[in-house]
């Protein structure tokens, strides 16, 4: 159900340009199959790619007669764990962008030219797929980040130095000399991912403690992904992980997500926008267009969700469930709201969820929050337009604290 949702939010985010009145559009998809392919929507400024660990071997797929054939043993598998774990902090999914097929067939991390010199068309295609499934995913997280987004491409080294290699497509001759890089901060500041991976026990380089590969130490700078996909915006940061605990069982990796996700969005939550953080509701309009999760957005006609915003004009998203005011209640309430219900979900406010057993339950539900000035104000203010949310609430202002107490004794059994 999880994967349906994100799937819609990234329909409705490519299917973003058309304005008031305007008619549905054809969502743009990958050409090729999701066998071979696998995309999947999100609702952070922040895509996740994944070329070289795919296992699929087509039959009838020529073998490239050239270069590195070895897959990244299990980083498909951990940026699936990684998108999630990012959902479970934020209520929110990255993008996914991941090959499901063998290196053997096809390098997705290298110039056409260089990707497989004996390519068939279903190996082209789906280099074709691959990149452009990217650059859409990119734009809509450049939507989502108010022009600001992070692309992470995955992988893994088979280097004996046990670092995580975090490469920005700078030499690590450049890294090593005297003088300063131009986004120094960025690359190796106490903010940076180096800096964060380091402080939860994941020794990468370059950071403040390691500003550069030693001389002589392997060391990937960062490959095609992430020099073609970058600018305008959009920043991005090769991870190439060891082997060792890469290379563990699913629950002993899990320590590995964990550290990742920690680091991924504390650097989002910092360096770009997590939508809705802020609290202050934004225009419905938008919010539609971003496409926030639930199925209704994109079940309904833009015709239709022209009517939601007109009926509910304020709107935000508090850890992925949709929050929408109605247009009686003021600015001053509306951020009572917000802040209420994100101080419920996040007690000491650094931007993660401590509990997550309310929250998962109500996304699960499709829940959506709609808020009134009055709860004796008949017919009008509480019209909910058709088609509806799976389960829209409406709630007078002041009782948003006393659903919340109830949520909280609710708890979720089983989580
Ligand atoms: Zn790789």
Known sequence: ????????????????????????????????????????????????????????????????????????????????????????????????????????????????????????????????????????????????????????????????????????????????????????????????????????GLASVPSPTRPAPLAGQAYFNGGYTVRRHRGAGLRSIQIELPPHPRRLAAPQRQELVDGLADAIVGIVRDEFVLPGQNGDPGSTRELIWWGPGPDPWQAARPRSLERWAEEWPHAVTVFGVPVLFSRWVGPAHQRQVVDRIRRSWDRNADGVVDDLGSLHRLRRQGELLLVVERSNRPGSEADVPQPSWANPRILCWDQVQAWLDELETEGEPGN
């Open 1 to 200: 159900m999880w994967a349906s949702w994100s799937a819609c939010a990234l329909l409705l985010a490519w299917t973003q340009q058309p304005g008031p009145g305007a008619d549905e559009t054809q969502p743009k998809r990958p050409a090729v199959s999701s066998e071979w392919l696998q995309v999947d929507g999100g609702e952070l400024p922040l895509v996740l790619s994944a070329p070289h660990g795919g296992v699929k071997l087509p039959a009838e797929w020529p073998v490239r007669s050239t270069g590195v054939k070895v897959r990244d043993t299990n980083t498909l598998e951990l940026a699936i764990a990684l998108r999630e774990a990012i959902r479970a902090r934020t209520g929110m999914a990255p993008f996914l962008v991941a090959s499901r097929v063998h290196r053997r067939h096809l390098d997705l991390n290298r110039d056409r030219s260089e990707s497989g010199a004996n390519l068939g068309e279903p190996q082209l295609e789906l280099w074709r797929s691959y990149h452009e499934s990217i650059e859409e995913a990119a734009r809509a997280a450049l939507r989502l980040g108010k022009g600001r987004a992070l692309l992470i491409d995955l992988h893994g080294h088979g280097h004996d130095h046990g670092l995580i290699e975090l490469g920005f497509a700078i030499s690590a001759e450049r890294l090593r000399a005297a003088t300063p890089l131009e986004e120094e901060a960025w690359v190796r500041g106490q903010g940076s991912l180096g800096a964060r991976l380091d402080s939860l």
